[in-house]
Antibody
Framework: QVQLQESGPGLVKPSDTLSLTCAVS?????????WGWIRQPPGKGLEWIGY???????YYNPSLQSRVTMSVDTSKNQFSLKLRSVTAVDTAVYYC???????????????WGQGTLVTVSS | DIVLTQTPLSLSVTPGQPASISCKSS???????????LYWYLQKPGQSPQVLIY???NRFSGVPDRFSGSGSGTDFTLKISRVEAEDVGVYYC?????????FGGGTKVEIK
């Protein structure tokens, strides 16, 4: 059974880089799937950040594209998110998820990790 | 970006009664292949979202048949035929016709 687990600092200073990793277990990250990141500000709705294929192909939300980098480490069966120059508006629960039936315009996310709260504050 | 508007914002339902959630899109979600790419997710309290419906009306693996999706073009509906206690949470629609992927604002369902 595939499981995803996010990890990374829970507190990041403004203007710093947010770095998160999603460890995948019970499934090979090199399988024919994409791997996504979605975030949810406290008490608010969901925002898609992007998704990445194990080969490194990526699709990012244009609103975040200038600050986001995603990568895959097949040797560790994990993928990562970096978000640069963060501000308070980047405070959110960050979820990683496996993407199914993904194309250049769509992706079904299942399952999701439990999520990790990242707070941007000095 | 495509804007998805969900109504109502919240819903209080008696167990065993039906419930319906609307999701209206600012643009058609119909692809040239004839499919519409509208998904429904449920976020139960304290949990991560889970997919219920894909491509408007297809129930995802393991989803009870009391959940059904319908609609076309810009208007879509999620229906629960008989609400159970385990159905509480926030329901989100999501579109997959155009990047960026966008979600509706959510509909909170609670039990009376």
């Amino acid at each position: 059974q595939v499981q995803l687990q996010e990890s990374g600092p829970g507190l990041v200073k403004p203007s710093d880089t947010l770095s998160l990793t999603c460890a995948v277990s019970g499934y090979s990250i090199s399988s024919d799937n994409w791997w996504g990141w979605i975030r949810q500000p406290p008490g608010k709705g969901l925002e898609w950040i992007g998704y990445i294929y194990y080969s490194g192909s990526t699709y990012y939300n244009p609103s975040l594209q200038s600050r986001v980098t995603m990568s895959v480490d097949t040797s560790k069966n994990q993928f990562s998110l970096k978000l640069r120059s963060v501000t308070a508006v980047d405070t959110a629960v960050y979820y990683c998820a496996r993407g199914e039936y993904c194309t250049t315009t769509r992706c079904l996310f299942d399952p999701w990790g439990q999520g990790t709260l990242v707070t941007v504050s000095s | 970006d495509i804007v998805l508007t969900q109504t109502p914002l919240s819903l209080s339902v008696t167990p065993g009664q039906p419930a319906s959630i609307s999701c209206k899109s600012s643009q058609s979600l119909l692809h040239s292949n004839g499919k519409a790419y509208l998904y429904w997710y449920l976020q139960k309290p304290g949990q991560s979202p889970q997919v219920l419906i894909y491509e408007v009306s297809n129930r995802f693996s393991g989803v009870p048949d009391r959940f059904s999706g319908s609609g076309s073009g810009t208007d879509f509906t999620l229906k629960i035929s008989r609400v159970e206690a385990e159905d509480v949470g926030v329901y989100y629609c999501m579109q997959g016709i155009q990047l960026p992927l966008t979600f509706g604002g959510g509909t909170k369902v609670e039990i009376k």
